[in-house]
RNA sequence: GCCCCGUUCGUCUAGUGGCCUAGGACAUGGCCCUCUCAAGGCCAAAACACGGGUUCGAUUCCCGUACGGGGUACCA
């Protein structure tokens, strides 16, 4: 129990969940799932200005959608401002920090005249501590500055092995802000030791404050974790993922169709590789495979069109139960069935669900491609299909006047009943069965391609079915002119 | 500027000194299957940033350069 593996995801609250913190999260998660760790999740809401309940609402929403649930939590770092507190009057007492009198503005002026060369002064390092003290008391506002010790910190990262840093090259830090709330280095310490956290799992732009943390447990007295520095995800172009690269939040794949079991064997895949050349795998299996060891040192780009591909993917690999529950909200949507009809045609919708899974990579392209199976007719016929399908008007309409005779008489109406009635109509028509299913399908579909045509015409039903081949032959009709 | 981190096909990656004529996947092109599409199968093209070392031998180890990224806040 003592040697449990006790991991956190700590967003702040200041935008959606994007794909690098999903990332970290379902990284963080997967190897409390391997090892049967602790997951905790913990809100940094410690910027009140530029966090919301809305954000932490979106973040949760987007972790749930994922799947990635959390053993403890969620808790929110403002919470633990007395214990914060508590912590830097603790470092205070041991002269492990220093209570700093520089305003903002003094400081703002020596930044500014000493540009990028600007270090503290550390102006306020010798001030003897009764005269501190005093001053304070007096009711002199003031910021508490770490004191950096002499010396080198160093730490064995889980990714990028020995990783360290001289300390002279670390400013003394602020741990308490003017108006007595902590900053960021300070909270996350003083919540991770309180959280008994062994292993920190986060992005690598957060390698350069590790040297500071660790010099703040060390003062705390408190064991240091393990850290685990995630590279970075980049956009299509080599810069840091943004919003101008497209799509950054979870919640916005969610609406385009893709599934959360494809976006976080994506995620997963992206600066971690399972050894082995399978890449399409569920959350049990990514869970099972799961080590820090294999974690990449390399910044990774997100490539939507393999996102997709692998979408459509674990589409093809998902029942078709499973996903009419995705499709039909989207048909009733736009207006295609009626609510009620998701129950009362069941059977028929998971058949046309089944049909279509592998020919769509997102949920919005199956529901795309089961459009034209919903609405009375044919809304549109593709020029090219019908000047290559439909050349020579007369034969096409003597088939399709074959086959509509055909099918007539079908019964039952099975795939198996059409087959045999198309087979005998290309038969009589002494063509080769494609020449009489293009036209048919051009005919049925408007366009040269869907899934097979006696799944076409069962699903379009008999009275369906004759429509449109109806239909079909008026248009012929009018292509031979009067 | 300073401090860190990184660098294998267009992209995700395998590779831990000889097994590499550098493997897989996505995307691309071709072929097969076939009533079309999709899926699937097969094939093709495509990479070790550069320069020095170390070594009998470097994609693999060391140093430098270049390029990219992160940090350098009383943001997180």
Not at 322 to 349: C, H, K, N, Q, S
Request: hydrophobic fraction near 40%; proline fraction near 5%.
């Amino acid at each position: 129990m003592s040697d449990q593996i006790r991991v956190r995801f700590a967003p702040s609250p200041t935008g959606y969940l994007h794909v690098g913190g999903a990332r970290t999260a379902l990284f963080n998660w997967l190897l409390a799932r391997r090892t049967g760790g602790v997951f905790v999740l913990r809100i940094e809401d410690t910027d009140r200005e530029r966090s919301s309940g809305e954000m932490t609402q979106a973040i949760l929403d987007g972790m749930t959608w994922l799947g990635l649930t959390w053993d403890e939590g969620p808790f929110h770092q403002a919470d633990g401002l007395d214990r914060h507190k508590g912590d830097v009057a603790r470092l205070l007492e041991q002269d492990a920090a220093y209570r700093c009198f520089c305003t903002p503005e003094e400081l703002n002026a020596k930044r500014e005249q000493l540009k990028e060369e600007y270090r503290y002064d550390r102006a306020c390092y010798h001030i003897p501590r009764d005269e501190s003290e005093r001053r304070a008391a007096a009711g002199e506002p003031f910021a508490v500055r770490f004191r950096v010790p002499e010396g080198e910190t160093a730490w064995d990262d889980e990714v990028h092995g020995d990783t360290r840093f001289r300390n002279e090259s670390i400013d003394d830090f602020i741990v308490l802000r003017t108006d007595g709330t902590p900053i960021y280095n300070l909270a996350v310490v003083s919540d991770d030791i309180h959280m008994r956290i062994t292993h920190v799992i986060r992005g690598d732009d957060h390698i350069a404050n590790t040297p500071k943390q660790i010099l703040l447990y060390q003062a705390m007295g408190a064991a240091v974790p393990r850290f685990a520095h995630l590279p970075m995800i980049l956009g299509p172009d080599g810069k840091r993922l943004s919003k101008r690269h497209g799509a950054t939040a979870v919640g916005q794949y969610a609406e385009q169709g893709i599934l959360p079991q494809a976006m976080n064997n994506f995620l997963a895949l992206l600066g971690w590789n399972p050894g082995g050349d399978v890449e399409v795998m569920g959350m049990d299996e990514l869970a099972e495979r799961f080590s820090l060891e294999r974690v990449n040192k390399k910044s990774a780009v997100f490539d939507t069109a393999k996102l997709e591909w692998m979408n459509g993917q674990h589409i093809a690999l998902t029942p078709a139960e499973e996903l009419l529950p995705l499709v039909a909200p989207v048909l009733v949507r736009d207006g295609l069935i009626a609510e009620a009809e998701v129950d009362t045609r069941r059977e028929w919708l998971l058949r046309l669900v089944e049909e279509l899974k592998i020919r769509g990579r997102t949920i919005h392209e199956i529901a795309g491609h089961a459009r034209t199976y919903l609405v009375d007719e044919v809304e549109e016929y593709d020029e090219a299909s019908v000047a290559k399908h439909w050349k020579n008007a007369a034969d096409v309409d003597q088939r399709l006047a074959d086959v509509r005779e055909g099918l007539s008489g079908v019964d039952p109406w099975t795939p198996e009943g059409i087959d045999a009635a198309l087979r005998a109509a290309a038969d009589k028509a002494g063509v080769g069965f494609g020449k009489l299913a293009q036209p048919l399908r051009v005919a049925l579909v408007g366009q040269a391609a869907s899934p097979g045509i006696d799944f076409v015409v069962h699903t379009l039903g008999r009275e369906g079915a004759l429509r449109r081949i109806d239909r079909a032959r008026e248009k012929l009709a009018a292509m031979q002119g009067p």
